[in-house]
């Protein structure tokens, strides 16, 4: 019988290597800032992110996502999620590798920033189930408000075993935490929230309402935003109560979502459920803040480790496939889109990496300063930048891209999440600008990074000094009045975080990507939508296109 099936020129798999070693821009970021003590540890995980069995853990979990059971068969609500058992095995990695604790009690140099480091290996397995391990090390500094809440619930935290089930975090060895501000009226705008709380006793409230979003709601507990008579204040809401009895949170659906399906999210009602207030009343969003801070900066992280597993698959692809006569990475077409590809994958890893190192070093007011800016910055344009990598790095492979079996396409759905969470664009823009216009010393940190132009050679020095010489001018314009300057954040955050991520390249990366990055990225115009000159006339053209109610 004749031979009709033979494969040929195609790719062996992307598996059983190194994620961390074969990522040298993250290498050398974690050398910068790092603790040079886990470097061991970082292979180890970096092993374990690149074998096959972790990648069917990732196909595993996405494939077979999270199922609410509301009621028991006899009737009983339990609000249960369920979870296959390769999510289980993600979490234990995750949190046996401390990304759910980082550095927080640590005085060891560079454990943020080492933290941040694995963070970004391990979410280029599977980026879903970061979310709980996000939000359990975000919830730290919060608690941090208030010392008698943070002595019980911060060593539960940062355990290094997890712990799954439904029983009262003192009888676990180890706890998560979640989130709950948004709510169905509001969305961001969390000032509109209704959830009511009612002074109970002993500290504690009762809070009454409804949560559109509710992050990982298998988690044991959850900061939450209510209306206290005080006005808008934060509560940490246990799942279950220390008696043994359940906090009346009810799971009414887990949301049905694009991507991050491994991950639950749930809408919740809250029936005069059980809560200690952080912070004092009218003083929700102010105690909260430090919670967002750090899931921005990893959804910064997130998104800079789905660019680098785009690219990563784009790269090995490339070199193990021939078309037209040459192997693909040999062809000057491509090689211009994958170098184009890698030098944005750079830029966000090293800014990313910079500001995980910026907590550590949070008692410097120029790191306090930065972290301050350089977050919305980054949370802005790398989540921004982040789906056309992914796109471009889907079509390398061509055809074989756009099937499931490549991965490529989960790693699709899921680039826009992150410049969704924790504010969308939008968002982050306003927030640089009350960053601007309140902290003088939060832009002053920002012009001390950027300002490197000496050291950068004479084309790049020059491209800096021009770019920073436009951007002062918008900075400029946007001080005269406030409707300028809402018109031109989202230019002033694109402009300013391409700076900052060029004058990091400009100092630590070989001059091949810090050239390439200054020759095209300093306009802050690549790929970001929304950049119209303040004359378009954006409401015709909205008008226009909006269908006729």
Sequence with gaps: MRTTHQVTNQPPPLADY???????????????????????????????????????????????????RTHDRFGHRIDEVDFHPSWHRLMETAVDHHLQSGGWGSSVPGSHATRATGFLIWSQ?????MCPISMTYAAVPALRMDPELAAVWEPRLTSTTYDFGLRPAGAKAGALAGMAMTEKQGGSDVRANTTAAAPATDGWYRLTGHKWFCSAPMNDVFLMLAQAPGGLTCFVVPRMLEDGTRNAIALQRLKDKLGNRANASAEIELDAAWGRRLGEEGRGV??????????????TLGSAALMRRAVAEACWHAAHRSAFGTKLDDAPLMQAVLADLAVESEAATALAIRLASSVDRADDPHERALRRIGLPLAKFWVCKRTPNVVAEALECLGGNGYVEESGMPRLYREAPLNSIWEGAGNIQALDLLRAISREPEALAAWRAEVDVADDAGPTNATLLRTALADTETLLHSAAADADTASRLARVLAARMAALLQASLLVRHAPPAVADAFCATRLDGAHGVFGLLPPAVEARVIVDRAAPAT
């Design 286 to 299: 102010a105690t909260i803040i430090e919670m967002v801070a750090a899931t921005r900066l990893d959804c």
């Design 125 to 129: 397995v599977e980026a879903a189930h």
């Design 18 to 68: 190194d994620v961390f070693a074969a990522d040298a821009a993250l290498v050398e970021a974690f050398n910068r800032h790092g603790d040079q003590d886990e470097l061991v540890r970082m292979h180890a995980l970096g092993t374990k992110a690149g074998s096959a069995e972790a990648q069917r853990w990732a196909r595993e979990a996405d494939a077979y996502p999270p199922a609410l």
